[in-house]
């Protein structure tokens, strides 16, 4: 089971990009994902997290500006940010907590991460 995390790349200040994270292997159920993010000199820290009953949590930081979304049938959650500010650069990092099959057992799992570059 592993997440593949894409869509990072260099944007302008105000612009937009979407990151996708792909949860794959013998899956059971997915209960919550989400993203991270950490800036060179910084801690990891949460951005947003939607549940499988599609609840979501967002950072203050980023609330009102990127949106988090999933697709249970993909087993694949979307991080779409828009207005981007150069305090967003940062590596960002997808996570689930998820249940594998055929032996059921829960797992947390870190996707590799995708870097976003916000600059001029």
């Known amino acids: 089971v592993q997440l593949q995390a894409s869509g990072g790349g260099l944007v302008q200040p105000g612009g937009s990009l979407r990151l996708s994270c792909a949860a794959s292997g013998s899956i059971f159920s997915i209960n919550t994902m989400g993203w991270y993010r950490q800036a060179p000199g910084k801690q990891r820290e949460l951005v947003a997290t939607i549940t499988s009953d599609g609840f979501t949590f967002y950072a203050d930081s980023v609330r009102g500006r990127f949106t988090i979304s999933s697709d249970n049938a993909k087993n694949t959650v979307y991080l779409q940010m828009n207005g981007l500010n150069p305090e967003d650069t940062a590596a960002y990092y997808c996570?689930?907590?998820?249940?594998?099959?055929?032996?059921?057992?829960?797992?947390?799992?870190w996707g590799q991460g995708t870097l976003v570059t916000v600059s001029s």
């Open positions: 996570n689930a907590d998820l249940a594998t099959m055929p032996k059921y057992r829960r797992l947390e799992l």
